[in-house]
Nanobody
C-alpha cells in the first residue's frame, strides 16, 4: 500500500508559520486523496486539508485562508503551509493517503494509510 512519514512540526508563537511535509512511498500511483488530519488532546481526529489526484482541495473551515496544501507528485510529497497560527491549532498532525488498486489476483484493494504524526504547539 502506501507508507507516510511526516516532518516539520514544532513550537511556534501565535501568528507564526510552520510548514509540514509528508513523504509517501509504496504504491503512490494508487493514491486518490492525500492530506492532513489533526488531533488535539481530548478531541477526535479531524480533517484539516486534503487534495485529490485531480487537484481538488478541501479545507476545514477553521483553517481556510490560513493554511495551504500543496502536492508534488513527482517527488511523492505533500505539504501543509500553516500561517497565522493560533493556540487552537495545537495538535498532532497526521498525514493520510487513501486510494485503491488491483492486487496480483486482480482483486480490488482499498486502503487509508496514516503517518505516525508530528506535534505542532502554538504558544507564547
Amino acid at each position: 500500500q502506501v507508507q507516510l512519514v511526516e516532518s516539520g512540526g514544532g513550537l511556534v508563537q501565535p501568528g507564526g508559520s510552520l510548514r509540514l511535509s509528508c513523504a509517501a512511498s509504496g504504491k503512490t500511483f494508487s493514491i486518490s486523496d492525500i492530506g492532513w488530519y489533526r488531533q488535539a488532546p481530548g478531541k477526535e481526529r479531524s480533517l484539516v486539508a486534503s487534495i485529490t489526484a485531480g487537484g481538488g482541495i478541501v479545507y476545514a473551515d477553521t483553517v481556510k485562508g490560513r493554511f495551504i496544501i500543496t502536492r508534488d507528485i513527482d517527488k511523492n510529497m505533500v505539504y501543509l503551509q500553516m500561517n497565522s497560527l493560533k493556540p487552537e491549532d495545537t495538535a498532532v498532525y497526521y498525514c493520510f493517503a487513501k486510494g485503491g488498486y488491483n492486487n496480483d489476483e486482480d482483486a480490488p484493494v482499498r486502503y487509508k494509510s496514516w503517518g505516525t504524526g508530528t506535534q505542532v504547539q502554538v504558544r507564547d
